[in-house]
């Protein structure tokens, strides 16, 4: 394959993971305004693994990220469907930004991987069998079960050879996305 075919297959995969519902005009749109803003800090991260850096700050990641929803869609559903607040106002943005800080509750009925407990107002989660290969909380969200709360502590830190994004691709395929860019 040629080295642009390798890197469209790239772009192809990552975004399809990360964020398949976000049209290609907007997503360069968030990705020169990331650009712009790591230029006027004269920050120097890895720019490649923080490309998708900006969508981990939208609000259908969070509650996706936080395991209120079984997938990103059902996240947006949430959402859309008024299920979710923001520092105790409803957002039914998906695409709402979250600042350092903010805190994200959802309305337990519409959790789906809790489940009602014995007593009256209590929630014990409960994994899905598909989601066992990605069960994990990234050290940037705070969350908590028994209120249905998450707290954005801030963006996903990069460091030589390791990563906050979780993405199932290696560093050379994210790389190759960027480089397409």
């Known amino acids: 394959k040629t080295v642009y075919q390798q890197q ?3 772009k ?8 398949s519902h976000t049209t290609e005009r907007s997503w360069l749109s968030i990705q020169i305004a990331a650009t712009e803003a790591e230029v006027a800090h004269r920050q120097h991260p890895q720019a490649a693994s923080l490309m998708f850096s900006p969508m981990e700050r939208r ?5 996706f990220r936080s395991h209120f929803a079984s997938s990103i869609y059902m996240a947006r559903q949430m959402v859309r469907h008024g299920k979710v607040t923001v520092n105790g106002r409803k957002v039914d943005l998906p695409s709402y930004t979250a600042a350092d800080g903010d805190v994200i509750q959802v ?12 007593k ?3 929630f014990k989660f409960k994994e899905r069998p598909f989601m066992q290969p990605w069960m994990f909380i990234p050290d940037y969200l705070e969350v908590n079960y028994n209120t249905c709360s998450t707290v954005f502590l801030r963006d996903p830190l990069t460091r ?16 190759l996305a960027y480089e397409f860019y």
């Open 107 to 118: 309305n337990p009925a519409a959790v789906c991987t809790l489940e009602k407990t014995a």
């Open 12 to 19: 192809r995969e990552t975004r399809a993971y990360h964020d």
């Open 160 to 175: 030589p050879g390791r990563t906050e994004l979780p993405s199932p691709f290696a560093p050379d395929v994210h790389a």
């Open 8 to 10: 469209w297959v790239a």
């Open 120 to 122: 009256e107002g209590e």
């Open 59 to 63: 609000l259908d990641f969070i509650v």
